[in-house]
């Protein structure tokens, strides 16, 4: 029976292999397997390479290239340094967390004060977060940027705590994260469904994370960049010309930005966002606390204990017995009678208003949703943990699956495509927004893999396609390029434009490892480790050859290879559920970019 056919034939219930199973307890960096002394040499320096780059409360991707804290970074980075320090990992999401705007987004820098203005850009004194951002609930104390990343923390928070469930509990740390992480994906869900289709959508490629992936060209061919003598790049004092985006690439990067920015943050039209008295209504405080869950355990308020009845023998979860759900939330994240939690009203979700996020670009991606529904599953967890159900949070999840698939899935190529919502749709006042499939092949549109409520045909297809001439994933390539092999804007070194990265690959590999293809996953986790070593744990390399590209001793490389190495996946599967959690629907766990 071939790789294909096992998966389809994959029995309904399965364990999910995504974190293996160890001993509880503080984590450490162990012996390896006999015969292997190479590995224990990976693992020291791996998790040298964190310690070098850790500032005294976080992670800085790069020292160099990249000084600051960045969002989705400090989730991986977090993931991998469990397993060396699970209260450094700990303290790593604490402190992005504590620069959450008042609306929930968690922006996707975090500024050092004590890095001079000049050492990168777009710096604090561009997105004047703390003046621009007030509406919005940008905190006063810490300077950040306004735009948003890929939402890996929940997964994060929750691998995190299953490193070291006692100390986790000692801490606190859960019950602290939760009401924080609620606010970051109700921020998502209501106030960035551009569309109206339940999907989020990103309002600059530099919130994706794939920065100057192909998929972006179309929807930023609609940008006029901003002028090149408006702005100096200093990603080019660190990173090779050709390796990095363009400089017409960037003037339209720093033009979005600039606009969204001049709007006051305001996402996608939506009307009385700036309240006269400074106020952000979506559950936040100015310094940067959300309200988010109305319990001082933590618990959201969608997952209270009374959820825990049954009805008929079935749970109760986030919906009514026709199938709604049943906290007051429509689908696509309207409040019933049509006003929305962040203070929008009915119709404010569509795409418009003036330099608003979403005005000219708004494009809903496969691997941003697929991580939010990956997070959904483990708020679920952490509610569980808690005392609640994470009933209504799976629920949820599933809803969205189905919503990912229905608008971004196209059987015939087998794989997943962004939708740009500015681009071919005759009639931009409908709801849901059409838009238009961006035919470019990205690595975005096989990170759904990872996904454990996926249709098992959509898997099956999704693995051959990463196996096909596209991606070529164990003939010509061992780590999954960025970009199509065989598509004209491929370029093996030129940022996401065809190079392979760690991120994506060790995604890739949990993806195979659930949806039952161990043979496959255990070659992409070797590969991994191989070229993570051989390359100085690069940012990314060339996916044919491995050379190393951007800059080396990268944090989240290191950390991913750490989290690889800790224990033997191929050895047991673990079940996400964790410590005194029942299994259920399965969590998959888990910079890029010029990073904004």
Known sequence: ????????????????????????????????????????????????????????????????????????????????????????????????????????????????????????????????????????????????????????????AWLVHCADPGLSRARGFLTRVYPRLAAWHRYLLHRRDLGGGGLVSVVHPWEQGMDNAPSWDAPLARVAPAPARSFRRADLDHGAPEDRPTDLDYGRYVRLATEYRDAGYRDGGVRDSAYGDGRARDGGHLDGRARDGGHRDGRDENDRDQNRGTKDGRPQGGRDEDGRPRDGWEQGGRKKGGREQGGGFEGASGVGGQGAGGAEFAVEDPAFNALLIASEHALAHIAYELGATGTARHA??????????ERLWDPAEGMFFCRDLRGGDPDPGRRPLTGALVPERGVSGLVPLLLPGLPREVAAALVRTLRGPHFGLGTTTRLAPS????????????????????????????????????????????????????????????????????????????????????????SGTGVMAGPGIPAGPGITALKGGDRG
Do not use: K
């Open 1 to 156: 029976m071939d790789r294909t056919a096992q998966l389809i034939a994959r029995p309904a219930e399965y364990a999910v292999a995504y974190d293996p199973a160890g001993p509880p307890g503080p984590p450490h960096l162990g012996a390896p397997a006999p015969g292997t002394p190479h590995l224990a040499a990976l693992r020291r320096r791996a998790a040298s390479v964190l310690a070098g780059n850790w500032t005294g409360t976080s992670t800085v991707p790069s020292p160099g290239l990249y000084p600051h804290q960045w969002s989705w970074d400090s989730a991986f980075i977090a993931i991998g340094l469990r397993h060396v320090s699970p209260r450094r990992a700990q303290t790593e999401l604490e402190t992005l967390l504590d620069a959450q705007w008042g609306d929930g987004r968690i922006p996707h820098i975090v500024f050092n004060p004590s890095v001079p203005l000049d050492a990168y850009f777009p710096s604090p004194d561009f997105w004047r977060s703390s003046t621009a951002g007030r509406a919005a609930g940008a905190p006063r104390t810490v300077q950040t940027s306004g735009i948003v990343q890929p939402p890996v923390h929940a997964l994060a």
């Open 483 to 570: 970009y199509d092999l065989l598509g004209e804007a491929f370029d093996p070194h030129r940022y996401w434009r065809g190079p392979a990265w760690f991120n994506t690959s060790w995604l890739l590999e949990r993806g195979l490892r659930l949806h039952g293809d161990e043979t496959g996953a255990d070659a992409l986790r070797r590969a991994v480790l191989d070229i993570a070593d051989t390359s100085g744990f690069a940012e990314y390399v060339d996916p044919y050859t491995g050379e190393a590209c951007g800059a080396t001793g990268f944090s989240w490389t290191a950390a991913l290879t750490l989290d690889l190495l800790h224990d033997d996946t191929t």
């Open 396 to 405: 949820r999840a599933e809803r969205l699956t189905a919503a990912l698939v």
